[in-house]
């Protein structure tokens, strides 16, 4: 499940702040833990200022980075189709 930040209810106190907090902060790790499913938004374009590890799917007609549609990793100075 995707992390959705909660709003802050009020408080009385410093101590019911840090509980509701780590209690937060504790959702927001489970949500890195496991991943079922990526989505990927389709790209028309390259991204601004790629850097290494950058997954994108590339739309292959309006931006093709080299081997047409599909997903495509960054990797030190150019886009390889993964």
């Known amino acids: 499940m995707p992390y959705r930040p909660e709003q ?4 009385a106190n410093v101590d019911e702040l840090r509980t509701w907090v ?3 902060f504790r959702r927001l790790a489970q949500s890195f833990e ?3 499913n990526i989505r990927y938004n389709v790209l028309y374009a390259a991204p601004a200022g790629p850097i290494a590890g950058l997954t994108v799917f590339a739309d292959g007609t309006t931006w093709d980075p080299g081997s047409g549609r599909g997903l495509y990793e960054y990797r030190t100075s150019s886009w390889i189709k993964l």
């Open 34 to 36: 496991v991943v079922d």
């Open 22 to 24: 780590e209690a937060e």
């Open 8 to 11: 802050c209810p009020a408080v």
